[in-house]
């Protein structure tokens, strides 16, 4: 299996709901990312996770709250976001060890707060 | 700060060769990826260089040069499935085990016909 799966691939909610992305990978990653994307622009880091643990957040505010139960699963959990939080949200993984090689993302979820 | 710079948009002919650079400024250097995303869809793995020199793989290949700070990415025999967007990333980190990347601004690339 050399697939990221993403859930849901979109997602509609309002400013009060709490809701969260799912992402899984069977690759035997030990490191897994969020970034997010806005139209036209490149991804951008949200938080690494390493070997099930949280080694960088890029100051992001904390309605974002990542979770990583096991070396397989990385959950991105919202709570009372903001319009301007709508977005491409993605989910990558990568071996961890120094070597030719590239993150293999999954396809997303686009993601609307209205 | 972080900076890795790519031309906006580049536009060219079916069969044709186009070259899409990067010049990056970035705290810290891992080496220089290439990454290609269609519309709607998830950025994938094309290439990867950590020392100076020609990568090559398929009809793409790609360029570093670490005195310089700059890279590009060669597509030859180009054609309409190419038309995509096309970043440069730099690994300018290393986590214990996790590896950051920061994407460059993008390139739009547009074959035509």
């Known amino acids: 299996d050399t697939e990221v799966t993403q859930t849901p691939k979109h997602l509609v909610m309002g400013m009060t709901n709490k809701k969260s992305l799912k992402c899984e990978q069977h690759?035997?990653?030990?490191?897994m990312y969020w970034y997010k994307q806005k139209a036209k622009k490149p991804p951008e880091l949200m938080f690494v996770?390493?070997?099930?643990?949280?080694?960088i957040n890029e100051s992001v505010p904390s309605r974002f709250s990542p979770e990583c139960p096991n070396s397989s699963l990385l959950n991105l959990h919202l709570h009372a976001l903001q319009p301007e939080d709508s977005a491409l949200y993605l989910c990558?993984?990568?071996?961890?060890?120094?070597?030719?090689?590239?993150?293999?993302f999954g396809s997303g979820t686009r993601l609307t707060v209205v | 700060g972080q900076s890795l710079e790519q031309p906006s948009e580049v536009t060219a002919v079916e069969g044709a060769i186009v070259q899409i650079n990067c010049t990056y400024q970035?705290?810290?250097?891992?080496?220089l990826s290439w990454y290609q995303q269609h519309d709607g869809g998830a950025p994938t793995f094309l290439s990867y260089?950590?020392?100076?020199g020609l990568e090559e793989t398929g009809r793409f290949s790609s360029f570093l040069s670490r005195s310089d700070s700059y890279g590009y990415l060669l597509l030859q025999e180009l054609q309409m499935k190419d038309s995509a967007s096309y970043f440069c990333?730099?690994?300018?980190?290393?986590?214990?085990?996790?590896?950051?990347?920061?994407f460059g601004t993008g390139t739009q690339l547009k074959v035509e016909l």
């Open positions: 990558a993984s990568s071996p961890p060890l120094l070597g030719n090689y590239g993150y293999t």
């Open positions: 690759m035997g990653h030990r490191a």
């Open positions: 996770y390493s070997y099930e643990k949280l080694s």
């Open positions: 970035t705290s810290g250097f891992y080496g």
């Open positions: 260089n950590a020392l100076d």
């Open positions: 990333a730099v690994r300018d980190g290393l986590t214990g085990g996790g590896n950051k990347l920061t």
